[in-house]
């Protein structure tokens, strides 16, 4: 029995090392993704913000040229103003929805590597259970109670 005994808890071991080990590695990918994910949601307040300031730094040029050729503002001009602000603000829109779907996209991936590493973990302690047939066969053979 000695033997057999010590046959099945080193498989039994070596399984639940190994699903440990898979657990801790997509623990580590979790939390990397969750980082990329909080970047990519940084980055697109980032895009947010800079594009707003770009559009102001427009229009000030734009009104600086202008009275710098000594027109004045009128209902021309105007729409100019508003056609500008309707193109550059579509175009951060488009810009922060992309930058807001790369985060999503982490996000996600950090969800999988969760479940994952779940996964791996369960899996390790089932495989720790010698099968039922090897069972049968060492108690057919008489080594499995000595």
Not at 13 to 29: H, L, P, T
Not at 65 to 90: F, K, S
């Amino acid at each position: 029995m000695g033997i057999t005994a010590l046959a099945i808890g080193a498989q039994a071991a070596g399984s639940i090392f190994s699903g440990v080990a898979g657990y801790q590695q997509a623990k580590g990918e979790k939390q990397r993704a969750e980082i990329n994910a909080y970047i990519g949601r940084t980055r697109a307040n980032q895009a947010d913000t800079d594009a707003r300031v770009g559009l102001e730094d427009e229009l000030s040029n734009l009104r600086a040229t202008m009275a710098a050729n000594g027109q004045r503002p009128g209902v021309g001009t105007m729409d100019i103003y508003n056609e500008l602000r309707r193109t550059r603000g579509r175009e951060r829109r488009i810009d922060v929805g992309n930058r807001m779907q790369e985060a999503a996209d982490w996000k996600m991936a950090a969800k999988n590597a969760g479940a994952q590493a779940t996964g791996s973990l369960v899996g390790g302690f089932i495989k720790a259970g010698p099968s039922l047939f090897d069972l049968y066969q060492m108690k057919k053979k008489g080594t499995l109670y000595g």
